[in-house]
């Protein structure tokens, strides 16, 4: 279906567009036109006159390209008076001498302007400073450490430098006073990557362009240039290695008591009874729980488990109870045994507890709309 055209609303009265046309005399035509404008002035808005302005420039202005381009890099500011010709031109078909004239006087200062603002967009590009990526800053923290391995690497080639001393590890953290860290070891290993294999290529030493490219080493060389490069991965990958041993393992986002009790379901009072539930947040990091169901009438009791840890809830079930120690019973009398749990003392909700002769049952956590919350301890 194809999408209604949003209906134009003008607190003014919109002028009959076509009138300005069918005017006789310039007089008339010219009276007219400024009645026009003034209803643009207040009615249309500035986006509206600027993208008329530009269909003008572009379709009937006549300019040269280089002088649109330019006009267009100038503030739409510049164009506010004659934005708003360019909307009643495109209304009407008309746009007066007197205008296009004006247009014409303002272009040179116009296009000045433009340049302007060409050349000091240009300076600030200039100016701006090249953004240095983390991982090149770490590749420029660690590029002198892997200099001095490069200069080992021509000792070892000239037979001047002694490998089984050699401890990467160790110069690795000594230098900078502890920069390096296992993303800097990281780069390095990848650094010295392709070299590495071409190592293992003259080991091999079944290549006839490498034979002939090393023909300066003997077999004992070539594994000395293999060992080297080993060393250097065995450093990094226990700089690696032990930073991912001791990275510090993310701590879980605290969840709010009101957030974990948000979709469990209770009763919130039962005025039969005269009594009412706390508030369900309170069961959070509780010990022990009273509830009494008021369609069993049963009163229980939940108590944490063992294991330490309090109690809790889960969308609509509660969490770490001891299935052994919460069991609840059935009240014969409800209006007169439900006062016994009522206050703050503990000690008075258990022994009116073991009072009640009723056979007792195991309690499964799930709460529901009959389940008043009597208290938490």
């Not at 509206?48 to 390209?65: C, D, I």
Request: include cysteine.
């Amino acid at each position: 279906m194809a999408r209604r055209k949003q209906k134009e609303v003008y607190l003014m009265a919109e002028p009959k567009w076509a009138q300005l046309k069918a005017c006789k005399t310039l007089e008339d035509q010219t009276a007219l036109y400024r009645k026009m404008e003034y209803f643009v002035h207040y009615e249309v808005g500035d986006k509206k006159t600027t993208a008329s302005m530009r269909k003008w420039l572009e379709t009937e202005s006549g300019f040269a390209p280089e002088v649109l381009a330019k006009l267009k890099k100038v503030p739409d500011v510049w164009f506010f008076s004659f934005g708003k010709a360019c909307f009643i031109w495109e209304k009407t078909g008309v746009m007066l001498e007197e205008m296009t004239n004006h247009l014409v006087k303002k272009v040179p200062d116009l296009c000045e302007k433009a340049e302007e603002l060409i050349e000091k967009e240009a300076d600030k590009k200039a100016d701006a400073k090249p953004k240095i990526s983390i991982q090149q800053r770490m590749r420029d923290q660690v590029e002198n450490l892997m200099g001095e391995w490069e200069g080992y690497l021509d000792q070892l080639v000239e037979r001047n430098f002694d490998l089984k001393k050699w401890e990467p590890y160790k110069e690795m953290q000594a230098f900078g006073g502890g920069v390096i860290k296992p993303n800097h070891a990281k780069i390095i290993k990848d650094d010295f990557a392709d070299a590495y294999i071409e190592a293992l290529e003259i080991l091999e030493w079944t290549d006839e362009d490498i034979k002939e490219a090393y023909s300066h080493m003997d077999a004992k060389d070539r594994k000395a240039f293999v060992a080297f490069y080993d060393k250097i991965n065995i450093a990094c990958d226990t700089f690696i290695q032990t930073g991912k041993a001791t990275r510090k393992t993310r701590k879980p986002k605290q969840v709010s008591k009101e957030k974990l009790v948000s979709k469990l379901k209770f009763q919130i009072n039962d005025s039969v009874l005269g009594v009412a539930s706390i508030n369900p947040a309170e069961i959070i990091d509780a010990v022990e729980i009273w509830v009494y169901n008021t369609k069993t009438r049963k009163v229980g009791v939940y108590k944490a488990d063992d294991r330490g840890a309090p109690l809790t809830v889960k969308g609509t079930t509660l969490q770490n109870f001891d299935e052994k120690m919460s069991i609840q019973k059935t009240l014969r009398k409800p209006a007169e045994q439900i006062k016994n749990w009522t206050g703050n003392a503990k000690t008075k909700f258990n022994k009116a507890f073991a009072e009640i002769k009723t056979t007792d049952t195991k309690m499964n956590g799930r709460f529901n709309d009959t389940t008043i919350i009597l208290k938490a301890f």
